[in-house]
């Protein structure tokens, strides 16, 4: 049974930092392609950043390029989510996503994911 549990979450001022943490259990990790999305109260779900299998690459939003860093552990089965200078605009439940072989072609949509997690809130006062 596949399960992924983010954490890390919660309330920080603007200009804040936050590290989102993910755990995922049930699956090859080590070939598992890694996301983070993010759906704001009344948005629908958006692409945050991605990472290939073996961290050779990284992909971001504009949004949040140069603020945020994605990374991962593969010994310890984790995904990481560096987020630096928070702005009131990052405020959103973020969720952490999977993508096995056969892998997506398109890994900004959420459809290709084929694993998610429950998410982790993270609020950024201004």
């Known amino acids: 049974q596949v399960q992924i549990v983010e954490s890390g979450g919660g309330l920080v001022q603007a200009g804040g930092s936050l590290r989102l943490s993910c755990v995922a259990s049930?699956?090859?990790?080590?070939?598992?392609?890694m996301g983070w999305f993010r759906q704001a109260p009344g948005k629908e779900r958006e692409f945050v950043a991605r990472?290939?299998?073996?961290?050779?690459?990284?992909n971001y939003d504009d949004s949040v390029k140069g603020r945020f860093t994605i990374s991962r552990d593969n010994a310890k089965n984790t995904v990481y989510l560096q987020m630096n200078s928070l702005k009131p605009e990052d405020t959103a439940v973020y969720y952490c996503?999977?993508?096995?072989?056969?892998?997506?072609?398109?890994?900004?949509?959420?459809?290709?994911?084929?694993?998610w997690g429950q998410g982790t809130q993270v609020t950024v006062s201004s």
């Open positions: 049930g699956l090859t990790f080590s070939i598992s392609r």
């Open positions: 990472i290939s299998s073996i961290a050779v690459i990284t």
């Open positions: 996503a999977a993508d096995l072989p056969p892998y997506g072609g398109n890994w900004r949509d959420d459809a290709n994911y084929d694993y």
